[in-house]
């Protein structure tokens, strides 16, 4: 810790990103990547756009808004990009959610929440999962300010439906709730369609994953235009050009790309299906995952064990130091041959 760093940094825990390797090759099923190149048109698109980089890029990311706008059957003014769904996410903390109420949230999601809660000055209640790892929903229901649900969940991969996405709407009528959906495209049903009815509902989404574009760094929320409003504030308070010209015709060609994007997720989920079936092979417990990932844990194994002992076979996984989940691992899903090289890395490790 640095003596000139203010008492508001000092107490931070910061988020810690997946392992990114440098210094030999890896099978790497770590970061929820996707393991297929992006969009021939993603490529033109930029190509294309780097004319123009002497130029500020658009403020208010117009192109890409409208392209998001026309896919989801929604308004231009419903929609708001920025560097990433962090970043994203980072504006909705400090738009909707007050430092003298608390932000509610599972215990077991994505780590980066607690940290913006901690980074903003916000108070906040992690509640407990259910013993199967499913969304505790009934706590997350009234008496806060605010509620975050990635769904699917992060790093489980359990998904709730948008009925339960309804009671937690109906059940929070005054605060915001923020639905993360940055891994909604692997088989869940998106909240987009329950935006007319809730002006109090966020959604976020993300081109890193389904649109393997994860370098790019584009994200995006759909909402009430006040809620839009709101993080447009946010932005113009620190940083107005967020999301560079390269990056806002990328994501905009990506968008309107469906039939290779319908392609991608459609691989992926084939090859997840394969995974959570070699996986139980081979005696692991695999949660239902509707995300480009799966969550294992083997009987008789350290979680930490087996991390280590498929980095040391050249497969990186990712593993927290969380009591309730330290015998459990998140796989991300790769290619068909990776998949093929983690059973090889297990079979031998086992």
Not at 134 to 143: M, Q
Not at 181 to 200: C, K, M, Q, T, W
Not at 263 to 287: D, H, N, P, Y
């Amino acid at each position: 810790m640095n003596r000139f760093w203010s008492r508001r940094i000092q107490q931070i825990v910061p988020y810690t990103p997946g392992e990114q390797p440098k210094d030999r090759k890896f099978v790497k099923l770590n970061t929820n990547e996707c393991p297929y190149p992006p969009s021939p048109q993603v490529l033109a698109a930029i190509r294309e756009a780097e004319e123009d980089l002497r130029l500020y890029p658009d403020p208010e990311c117009l192109e890409l808004r409208a392209a998001i706008a026309r896919r989801e059957g929604l308004e231009i003014n419903q929609v708001f990009c920025g560097n990433g769904s962090d970043e994203v996410l980072a504006f909705a903390f400090q738009a909707f959610f007050d430092p003298d109420r608390e932000v509610v949230f599972p215990r077991i999601t994505y780590s980066f929440y607690p940290v913006y809660t901690d980074f903003f000055g916000l108070k906040r209640r992690e509640v407990p999962m259910n013993p199967d790892f499913s969304d505790p929903v009934g706590l997350l229901c009234g008496d806060n300010g605010g509620v975050v649900l990635a769904n699917p969940n992060a790093p489980t991969g359990i998904a709730v439906g948008l009925d339960t996405v309804e009671k937690l709407l109906d059940a929070n009528p005054d605060v915001v709730v923020i639905v993360d959906e940055a891994y909604i495209d692997f088989g869940a049903d998106s909240a987009v369609g329950l935006i007319g009815r809730h002006p109090n509902l966020l959604v976020v989404q993300t081109t890193s994953k389904s649109r393997a574009l994860a370098g790019l760094r584009v994200g995006w929320a759909m909402g009430d235009p006040g809620l839009i409003d709101g993080l447009r504030c946010v932005r113009d308070s620190i940083n107005s050009y967020t999301v560079d010209r390269l990056a806002q015709a990328g994501a905009a060609a990506a968008v309107r790309d469906e039939d290779y994007f319908q392609s991608i997720r459609r691989r992926v989920m084939a090859t997840r299906a394969w995974t959570e079936q070699a996986l139980k092979e081979r005696g692991f417990a695999v949660l239902p995952s509707q995300a480009n990932f799966v969550f294992a844990s083997r009987p008789g194994w350290a979680g930490k064990d087996l991390l280590d002992g498929l980095r040391a076979r050249g497969v990186l996984v990712r593993w927290w130091p969380i009591p309730e989940i330290a015998d459990w691992l998140r796989v991300s899903i790769g290619t068909d041959e990776e998949m093929r090289a983690l059973m090889g890395a297990l079979d031998e490790l086992l």
